[in-house]
């Protein structure tokens, strides 16, 4: 995963340790990185709204306590979809809660231990993001050249 531009991430995770270590294994594979690490679920509004962010990971091991119950991730991984950021959930048990990330908006499911695809995802996500971003401002251009001729 190298790269030369830094990658803002927005990380939630139950530990700060394991956000960090995320983040040390990241770095340590040539992506250099600005992380924010969410104290509580509540803050990302205001946090989605101070700064542009790459990409959201999210550690999904917060599922709730039944299957009635929605897992605390959830409206996190919603709120990341509708601000624009792409998503990754990160989880001991990908099959049984894939369907439902999917649904709140992820773009992957990961089994926490499976770095490399962490990694490829990641920079995917990354990839796919700024390429939007590009298509979106060249519209924008194209757009208002055509207004100025008409």
Same mark, same amino acid.
């Given at each position: 995963?190298?790269?030369?531009? !830094?990658?803002?991430? @927005? @990380?939630?995770?139950?530990?700060?340790?394991?956000?960090?270590?995320? +983040?040390?294994?990241?770095?340590?594979?040539?992506?250099?990185?600005?992380?924010?690490?969410?104290?509580?679920?509540?803050?990302?509004?205001?946090? %989605?709204?101070?700064?542009?962010?790459? %990409?959201? +990971?999210?550690?999904g091991s917060c599922s709730g306590d039944s299957n009635d119950t929605e897992p605390?991730?959830?409206?996190? +991984?919603?709120?990341?979809?509708?601000?624009?950021?792409?998503? %990754?959930?990160?989880?001991?048990?990908?099959?049984?809660?894939?369907?439902?990330?999917?649904?709140?908006?992820?773009?992957?499911? +990961?089994?926490?231990?499976?770095?490399?695809?962490?990694?490829?995802?990641?920079?995917?996500?990354?990839?796919?993001?700024?390429?939007? %971003?590009?298509?979106? !401002?060249?519209?924008?251009?194209? !757009?208002? @050249?055509?207004?100025?001729?008409?």
């Amino acid at each position: 995963m190298h790269t030369e531009k !830094t990658q803002r991430l @927005l @990380l939630s995770f139950e530990s700060p340790n394991d956000a960090q270590e995320l +983040i040390s294994q990241l770095r340590n594979h040539g992506c250099p990185t600005r992380a924010h690490h969410l104290q509580a679920g509540s803050e990302l509004p205001a946090v %989605l709204q101070e700064e542009t962010w790459d %990409l959201f +990971i999210c550690d999904g091991s917060c599922s709730g306590d039944s299957n009635d119950t929605e897992p605390q991730w959830t409206p996190l +991984i919603r709120g990341a979809s509708e601000a624009g950021v792409p998503s %990754l959930l990160l989880s001991d048990d990908c099959d049984r809660i894939k369907l439902q990330a999917f649904a709140a908006g992820a773009s992957d499911v +990961i089994a926490k231990d499976d770095l490399a695809h962490v990694l490829h995802a990641a920079q995917r996500e990354i990839d796919n993001r700024r390429h939007r %971003l590009e298509q979106a !401002t060249e519209l924008a251009a194209h !757009t208002e @050249l055509q207004a100025r001729y008409e």
